[in-house]
């Protein structure tokens, strides 16, 4: 597995408890990790797959019940971990 470095920085939406995140870019991903496993998984979104999924995650902090949609096979290949 190649190594990667993105320039990581801690996501505006975790709290101080230790429940936090980081995002970092590679190559026109999104990557998100767990800032107490940094080593661990490390999940790659597309731009336009984090979006909607940052959306959904800002509208459910809100109150706001986010419309239902199911990821087609289409939008499958855009969600990766690794």
């Known amino acids: 597995m190649?190594?990667?470095d993105p320039r990581w920085r801690k996501?505006?939406?975790s709290d101080n408890g230790?429940?936090?995140v980081e995002?970092?870019?590679d190559a026109g991903r999104v990557l998100v990790r767990d800032t107490q496993d940094r080593h661990g998984l490390v999940?790659?979104?597309t731009p336009s797959v984090?979006?909607?999924f940052a959306d959904r995650v800002k509208r459910s902090l809100a109150g706001q019940q986010p419309r239902q949609r199911h990821?087609?096979?289409e939008h499958q290949g855009d969600i990766r971990h690794g």
Do not use: K, Q
């Open 11 to 13: 996501a505006s939406y």
């Open 71 to 73: 990821i087609t096979a």
């Open 50 to 52: 984090w979006r909607r």
């Open 43 to 45: 999940l790659r979104f």
């Open 23 to 25: 995002v970092g870019d």
């Open 18 to 20: 230790g429940n936090c």
């Open 2 to 4: 190649e190594a990667i």
